[in-house]
């Protein structure tokens, strides 16, 4: 099976865009059967800012310490450049990864969806450019701000 692809039009710190790509992937775990879902940051310290305002300090700080959280019967495993699995059956939220390094970081066997949060705007073309079938699931006002400019 193909792994599906959706993305948000978002750039910088979006707290908004990164709520709806985790409520995105929620959407998915149930639609695919799934009790894990996967987070991608580059490096632990990515879990700081927004990804600690979206998810929360007491999530955080288990993702931290373990690398995974078992909460209300789903499990967030975290992905990053050092932590890597060979199966995650389930959607993976890609945060602020840069799109050249995410299938780095997102190796694993058994992905069903990947919702990527762009940091930059070179970084939200870079993807659609690499993966133009990626379904918009949020557009942030600043995202069409930004790039009424360059049209």
Same mark, same amino acid.
């Given at each position: 099976?193909?792994?599906?692809?959706?993305?948000?039009?978002?750039?910088?710190?979006?707290?908004?865009?990164?709520? %709806? /790509? +985790?409520?995105?992937?929620?959407? #998915?775990?149930?639609?695919?059967? $799934?009790?894990?879902?996967?987070?991608? &940051?580059?490096?632990?310290?990515?879990?700081?800012?927004?990804?600690?305002?979206?998810?929360?300090?007491?999530?955080?700080?288990?993702?931290?310490?373990?690398?995974?959280?078992?909460?209300?019967?789903?499990?967030?495993?975290?992905?990053?450049?050092?932590?890597?699995?060979?199966?995650?059956?389930?959607?993976?939220? %890609? /945060? +602020?990864?840069?799109?050249?390094? #995410?299938?780095?970081?997102?190796? $694993?066997?058994?992905?069903?969806?990947? &919702?990527?949060?762009?940091?930059?705007?070179?970084?939200?073309?870079?993807?659609?450019?690499a993966h133009p079938a990626s379904r918009e699931i949020f557009r942030s006002s600043r995202f069409d701000g930004r790039d009424a400019g360059e049209a």
């Amino acid at each position: 099976m193909m792994t599906e692809r959706f993305h948000t039009c978002s750039i910088g710190p979006d707290e908004d865009a990164l709520r %709806a /790509a +985790f409520l995105h992937c929620g959407a #998915l775990l149930q639609t695919r059967g $799934c009790t894990t879902m996967g987070l991608a &940051v580059h490096a632990k310290n990515n879990l700081d800012g927004t990804v600690r305002s979206v998810f929360g300090e007491d999530v955080v700080r288990v993702l931290d310490r373990d690398n995974r959280l078992d909460i209300k019967g789903i499990t967030i495993q975290l992905l990053t450049e050092k932590i890597q699995l060979r199966r995650l059956q389930g959607p993976v939220l %890609a /945060a +602020f990864v840069e799109p050249a390094k #995410l299938d780095r970081i997102v190796a $694993c066997q058994g992905v069903t969806d990947i &919702v990527f949060v762009p940091w930059a705007i070179e970084a939200h073309a870079a993807y659609v450019a690499a993966h133009p079938a990626s379904r918009e699931i949020f557009r942030s006002s600043r995202f069409d701000g930004r790039d009424a400019g360059e049209a």
